[in-house]
């Protein structure tokens, strides 16, 4: 396999023995996974995309963070809001009204 150019990583607030209790999977981070791996794919971008444990920012989910840029977005709730958050990958910017900091 080679190396991604990017990987998102998305809190589905998975706990240690496995129960998603945290609020990025209450507000529905899970489900924003098949649609962000589509986008992936339909913009022909190098990323992989991992759903993860509970990233304890749980004021700001649910939470994406994009590496190696080291950005953390937070309440990304929407399609239209990981639309915007691709856009700014693909363009090499950022959406500084999401930015946790």
């Not at 986008?39 to 022909?44: A, F, S």
Request: with cysteine; hydrophobic share 40%; proline share 5%.
């Amino acid at each position: 396999m080679e190396k991604p150019e990017h990987h998102i990583f998305v809190c589905a607030s998975f706990r240690a023995d496995g129960d998603p209790k945290g609020v990025c999977h209450k507000k529905g981070s899970v489900a924003l996974l098949p649609y962000i791996e589509n986008e992936i794919l339909d913009r022909g971008l190098n990323a992989q995309i991992t759903s993860t444990g509970c990233m304890k920012a749980c004021d700001y989910g649910p939470v994406m963070v994009i590496q190696p840029q080291g950005l953390w977005y937070g309440n990304v709730a929407s399609e239209d809001i990981v639309d915007d958050i691709l856009d700014a990958l693909e363009d090499g910017a950022v959406v500084e009204d999401r930015l946790i900091k």
